[in-house]
């Protein structure tokens, strides 16, 4: 059974930065996209950004500039780094791996960007 693992959250200040992390267990091959997504108190759940299997990025417009997705498909990991974060960016943070028509959801890792 796979389950994704989520890692690198916490409390940060306006201007820090944070390293998102997320891995695979268990067998899985051929992940087509990996994303990030996040949802704020009181919002829907929102697409932040996402990468296909041959590297090719999408960014909401409110993370362009200051975030950026990467993966390693042979660890089975996608990461996302986190700069010159804002406390708008403050939500709970998903990540999403699609295999042909599955989806994969991680667990969430909570991100609060406060001074």
């Known amino acids: 059974q796979v389950q994704l693992v989520e890692s690198g959250g916490g409390l940060v200040q306006p201007g820090g930065s944070l390293r998102l992390s997320c891995a695979a267990s268990?067998?899985?091959?051929?992940?087509?996209?990996m994303g990030w997504y996040r949802q704020a108190p009181g919002k829907q759940r929102e697409l932040v950004a996402s990468?296909?299997?041959?590297?090719?990025?999408n960014y909401v417009d409110s993370v362009k500039g200051r975030f950026t997705i990467s993966r390693d498909n042979a660890k089975s990991t996608v990461y996302l780094q986190m700069n010159s974060l804002k406390p708008e960016d403050t939500a709970v943070y998903y990540c999403?791996?699609?295999?042909?028509?599955?989806?994969?959801w991680g667990q969430g890792t909570q991100v609060t960007v406060s001074s």
């Open positions: 990468i296909t299997s041959g590297g090719s990025t």
């Open positions: 999403k791996f699609r295999v042909g028509v599955r989806n994969y």
């Open positions: 268990g067998s899985i091959f051929s992940i087509n996209v």
